[in-house]
């Protein structure tokens, strides 16, 4: 759970369903619209944007449903996805680039290059991930300007 | 050449598949892994893919792409074109391969960011 600095501007939940490819991108694209509505910096907005498709992917490739939270302050912008799902049994092993457990058809699609993680890492100003094995995973995301 | 989606449409003669969205062009980006799209891609760029499924529209969307380029003449899906007219984003095609059609973009004056 969060702890907010500052007024909360805006709140908003959604949901991820796993194998949904059709939908993907939605949740992240409603994200950076609410931002960029908000006014805040676009290099900041970007970065959440990232940030939060990457791990949208992640729901939709890896897990079979996520509830996503989004709260936002004028200082700190929190994103949380929390799936039920198979979990990462080696989270160090998931945050090294180029490693994936993503599909043929995955790839085909031009998902699964095994950069999703680090990514998030390189985006956001905090991440805490944190897993059960045939459980879940929760991703953290906090981003500061 | 000025640096926008409309002049590099009529230089390198792409056909445009839905509606003209001018925006400026700050650069090209070739790949066709979403995730390097997310990483290398920057506000402004001609995203150059052979990807023609309508998840590409919000990832390029998200990273503030100007237009989509399909290459090898691949045919695109209605449903990513409706999507890409939604947030008004250029898609046009061309019968080149890649490399072919970055050498236009070359030529053109548009060069990696």
């Known amino acids: 759970m969060t702890e907010p600095d500052g007024s909360i501007l805006l709140c908003a939940e959604y949901e991820v369903r796993g194998g949904d490819f059709s939908r993907a991108g939605e949740v992240s694209t409603d994200i950076k619209a609410r931002l960029k509505k908000i006014g805040f910096d676009p290099a900041l907005v970007r970065r959440v944007a990232i940030g939060s498709f990457e791990a949208e992917m992640n729901v939709i490739m890896h897990a079979r449903r996520a509830d996503v939270r989004l709260e936002v302050t004028p200082d700190l912008i929190y994103v949380e996805f929390d799936d039920v799902g198979k979990g990462i049994p080696d989270i160090d092993l998931a945050m090294q680039e180029g490693y994936s457990t993503s599909t043929p058809e995955m790839r085909r699609l031009g998902y699964g290059a095994g950069i999703g993680l680090p990514t998030i890492k390189r985006n956001a100003s905090r991440l805490l991930i944190d897993s059960k094995v045939a459980v879940g995973t929760v991703v953290k995301l906090f981003f500061t300007p | ?113």
């Open chain 2, 1 to 113: 050449m000025k640096a926008d989606v409309a002049t590099l449409v009529e230089k390198l003669g792409l056909k445009t598949l839905n509606g003209l969205y001018n925006k400026e062009i700050t650069g090209a980006f070739i790949s066709d892994m979403v995730s390097d799209v997310m990483n290398g891609a920057s506000p402004g760029n001609v995203w150059v893919t052979v990807q023609t499924h309508k998840n590409i529209i919000a990832a390029a969307n998200l990273v503030d792409v100007s237009i989509i380029i399909v290459t090898r003449g691949k045919t695109v899906p209605k449903e990513t074109l409706d999507i890409a007219d939604r947030v008004e984003m250029t898609i046009c095609s061309s019968p080149l391969e890649t490399f072919g059609l970055a050498v236009k973009l070359g030529e053109a004056g548009v060069v990696p960011s």
